[in-house]
């Protein structure tokens, strides 16, 4: 939803009942849970790192970086 709201494109993958995907997803997040936020193929971590983020007044740059 804050992603929608900040009007920002984004590709969901799903990565459940897809072990090789989960797999990817691990290696290259270092994280196990779902969702792993990747911006610009940098992992920020899960749902709750990028409301960090955006709490932290960083999401922006980040996003706009990009």
């Given at each position: 939803m804050l992603l929608d709201h900040k009007q920002?494109?984004?590709t969901e993958i799903p990565v459940?009942?897809?072990p090789?995907?989960?797999q990817e997803m691990?290696?290259?997040s270092g994280g196990?849970?779902?969702p792993q936020i990747f911006i610009?193929?940098?992992p920020i971590g899960g749902c709750d790192d990028?409301?960090?983020l955006e709490r932290q007044g960083q999401l922006d740059e980040l996003?706009?970086?990009s």
């Amino acid at each position: 939803m804050l992603l929608d709201h900040k009007q920002v494109e984004y590709t969901e993958i799903p990565v459940d009942g897809d072990p090789e995907k989960r797999q990817e997803m691990t290696r290259l997040s270092g994280g196990h849970t779902v969702p792993q936020i990747f911006i610009d193929e940098t992992p920020i971590g899960g749902c709750d790192d990028m409301f960090a983020l955006e709490r932290q007044g960083q999401l922006d740059e980040l996003l706009n970086a990009s």
